[in-house]
């Protein structure tokens, strides 16, 4: 794990950082992407009451991938627990685009994703989001999800349906950052 992080990355990489509550997949979207070229920070997990898996990130996680055509992306995982909320506000602050994950089909996802959206609203120089829906979710439950953040005062947010453990469905998420980005950089 890297101890700092530049404001920029290196000359032609496009920082990207992954966000989303504990256990919704972060960590298996970095392998996914990145395989072995990536530097995880997972430990064993103590907070079993949180979520009962085995290992859960303490830390920044770097990985890198290169969509072609000259686009790399350098992606940046961060920790889903609370009490690392300063990992993940220092990540977003240094992130052109983010992948906020969540199971729009749990109750907590809207409250949980308008808190993210103000906390990126409120930085500096605010990074582009799209929304990856990870769990497997029907149009409707996608519609009630994006029509119960806009309720919270969030206007219209891309929502992606993507698998983490699937790499082309992360892929086509990204694909769909960069285009927007790229449109943003135009405009
Ligand atoms: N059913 C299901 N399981 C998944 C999916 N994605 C990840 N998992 C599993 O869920 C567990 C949690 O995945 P992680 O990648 O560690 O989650 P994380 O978001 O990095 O969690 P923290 O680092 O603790 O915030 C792992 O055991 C994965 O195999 C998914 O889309 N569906
Ligand atoms: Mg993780």
Known sequence: ?????????AAGL???????????????????LCGA????????NLDRASHSK?????????GEIDLGGGERLQLVGSPGQERFDFVRRWVLNASVGVLLMVDVCDARAPDYAAQCLAEIAS??????????SCRDASE????AFSSALADRGHGIVPVIQADPRDRQQLLDALGVLVSLLSLQSQA
């Open 1 to 9: 794990m890297s101890l700092w992080m530049n404001a920029q990355p």
């Open 14 to 32: 496009v920082r990207v950082s992954l966000v989303g509550p504990m256990g919704i997949g972060k960590t298996t979207a970095l392998r996914s």
């Open 37 to 44: 070229l990536m530097a995880a920070a997972d430990v064993p």
């Open 54 to 62: 085995e290992f859960t990130t303490v830390g920044a996680e770097f």
């Open 123 to 132: 930085l500096e120089s605010e990074p582009l989001v799209v929304v990856v």
């Open 140 to 143: 409707q439950q996608q519609e």
